[in-house]
């Protein structure tokens, strides 16, 4: 082999030498553009800071990066670190997620303007990190957004009438039998009403939404129990994807492509080398929405009809197209089969922790609150005939009191206000403020349940049914949300609410607050003459609380209450 000559040197030294400049140049270059790129991104973020300001909004001062965030995911309870921030900013105050600009709101003008005056500016509701992923075709009524959301609404509410749901009473009954002879076997001990709770609405929403009877309360390592009660309970801003997209929005495009990229992977490999991938779980609601899909094939490969919410909404599903249009004339009035799919996921999800919840909280309040528990129980036996077997629907719709009964326990304990956000649509002014498009409006529920101009004069953190005989405004009652985009399911207590508070005293539809009145003086006088009588077991046992929790139960069946209260 040749040794290089000194020629040979010469002629490559340059060279070399020029390309470890243009080396150390590109990476100047790249270095620079970084810096410069890091340098404008930082001030980017420092100027969104200033949004509010620009509109004279107060608000607590944001942290860098992360805005509010981080305060809200160490609050133990978020709610109240936004209603302490209510104390200190007032009605209306901007608090930001990542960069994104959130107004807080616990002025009813305001929210009766977002809700109902001016919903066509405030459809939606703002999509999260995960909701975006399942976005489009298959996506569901709570994300669904303009057009879609409102061609799914017409389709589905029927699906929640009177008729169709007493047609489920059967369903719920049996589901609140078996309740109660759980709670027989409990035999005095101490336990917690909530885990029974829980068992037994996820039990009522597969027997009612997918006709699946699984022996929920009994068998309680059901796979179907364990991975709908994780499919609620997962906090998905507790996720590093969600926490990154919300505290930068731009790397959004990028964490889709890579979660869609790791399910389609996982999916193929799963199908390639099951023995592999046994331990690697789906997230717990794709999970559900797997085991639906293969309900939903079953149920039009055999062509069986069942009574179910299911079935309800497959008889207005098409495989066809669906067209949303600006023009309702244009719309098609059916869903498509993937919106059905992702559509009874939601009403598992939608009504199982939120009715849970409630009857926990009515449970805990009727234990807490004798003299409440003996108005209840006095106008159940005043509407139930000694021979009915099992509560009948048109029985609930005479208990005015359980109607206020219901109303105050979600004023005091009502689901966070996150539920209720709106995303601004169109830039629009809302009581004199400018509100720009893509902004996000969250009431602060806690706040305006328990203000004493719109709930007063009774103390706001008393338990008084009646509070709700007097009329209020319109947003001041949010348990449910209000306007067009309200819950779908108690349309019953809704829209006697609606009616009340929508009408004077000429108008005959205050029907409902003549009743409650009444019944209240009935209820007033039957407890007065019980007194009198004094009957030395009724006290003892009123007094005695988990006596009180057997006669609340056998009394209530609050579940079923809710349930069909819900039309
Ligand atoms: C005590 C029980 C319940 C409570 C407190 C509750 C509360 C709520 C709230 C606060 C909202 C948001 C409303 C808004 O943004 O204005 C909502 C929406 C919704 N709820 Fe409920 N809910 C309950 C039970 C149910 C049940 C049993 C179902 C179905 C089976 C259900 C289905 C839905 C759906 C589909 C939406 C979205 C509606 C839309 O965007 O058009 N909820 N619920």
């Not at 129990?225 to 959004?252: G, R, T, Y």
């Not at 009774?458 to 049914?465: A, G, K, T």
């Amino acid at each position: 082999m040749r040794k290089p000559n000194i020629c040979d040197l010469e002629t490559f030294l340059p060279e070399q030498s020029l390309s470890r400049h243009n080396n150390m140049l590109m990476t100047s270059i790249l270095f620079g553009t970084f810096i410069i790129l890091f340098i404008s991104y930082v001030r980017t973020l420092k100027s969104r800071y200033n949004y509010f300001v620009q509109w004279n909004i107060p608000g607590p001062p944001p942290q860098f990066f992360f805005g509010h965030l981080r305060k809200l995911w160490s609050a133990p309870l978020s709610f109240e670190q936004i209603r302490d921030w209510t104390h200190l900013y007032g009605s209306i105050y901007g608090i930001f997620e990542g960069t994104h600009p959130v107004y807080i709101v616990s002025d009813v003008d305001f929210l009766q303007e977002v809700y109902i005056k001016q919903f066509s500016s405030f459809h939606s509701r703002p999509l999260n990190f995960l909701a975006r992923i399942l976005q489009g075709k298959g996506s569901h009524l709570f994300f669904a957004q303009g057009n879609q959301w409102r061609r799914q609404r017409h389709v589905i509410n029927p699906t929640f009438t009177t008729a169709k749901l007493k047609i489920m009473a059967p369903l719920m009954n049996k589901c609140i039998q078996l309740l109660m002879v759980k709670l027989d076997e409990m035999n005095g001990q101490e336990f917690n009403i909530f885990i029974l709770y829980k068992r037994l609405t996820m039990d009522v929403l597969w027997n009612c939404v997918f006709g699946i009877d699984a022996d929920m309360q009994n068998d309680i390592d059901n796979i179907y129990m364990k991975k709908s009660a994780l499919s609620v309970s997962v906090q998905l801003d507790k996720f590093l994807v969600v926490k990154l997209s919300n505290v930068m929005p731009f790397l959004i495009p990028l964490l889709t492509l890579l979660i869609k990229a790791r399910m389609f992977l996982v999916d193929k490999l799963r199908a390639m080398i099951p023995w592999l991938m046994r331990n690697v779980e789906d997230l717990p609601s794709v999970w559900i929405i797997k085991r639906v899909g293969n309900v939903v094939r079953n149920r039009l490969k055999s062509g069986k009809k069942q009574m179910d919410l299911l079935q309800l909404m497959l008889d207005v599903a098409k495989n066809d197209e669906v067209t949303d249009n600006e023009n309702e004339e244009l719309t098609t009035k059916h869903l498509h089969y993937s919106e059905v799919l992702s559509n009874v996921v939601l009403f598992m999800v939608a009504g199982y922790e939120s009715t849970a919840t409630a009857l926990a909280f009515s449970t805990y309040v009727l234990a807490t609150e004798p003299e409440v528990q003996k108005k209840l129980q006095q106008e159940i036996d005043e509407n139930w005939q000694e021979n009915a077997k099992e509560p009948d629907y048109d029985v609930l719709t005479n208990m005015a009191y359980m109607d206020l009964f219901i109303r105050e326990v979600l004023r005091l304990y009502a689901l966070s206000g996150r539920a209720r956000t709106r995303r601004c649509n169109e830039t629009t002014n809302v009581c004199g403020h400018q509100v720009e498009k893509g902004v996000t409006i969250m009431p602060d529920i806690y706040s305006i349940h328990r203000n004493i101009d719109l709930w007063g004069p009774e103390d706001v953190n008393l338990f008084v049914p009646e509070r709700h005989i007097t009329k209020r405004h319109p947003a001041a009652y949010l348990a449910f949300g209000v306007g067009s985009r309200n819950c779908v399911a108690p349309k019953y207590v809704h829209k006697k609410l609606q009616e009340y508070q929508l009408n004077d005293e000429d108008n005959p539809d205050r029907w409902f607050r003549l009743d409650a009145q009444v019944a209240m003086e009935k209820l007033r006088q039957k407890v007065l003459s019980k007194y009198v009588n004094c009957d030395p077991d009724y006290l003892v046992i009123l007094d005695n609380v988990s006596a009180a929790i057997n006669s609340i139960l056998k009394s209530l069946n609050l579940c079923y209450i809710i349930m069909l209260h819900m039309e």
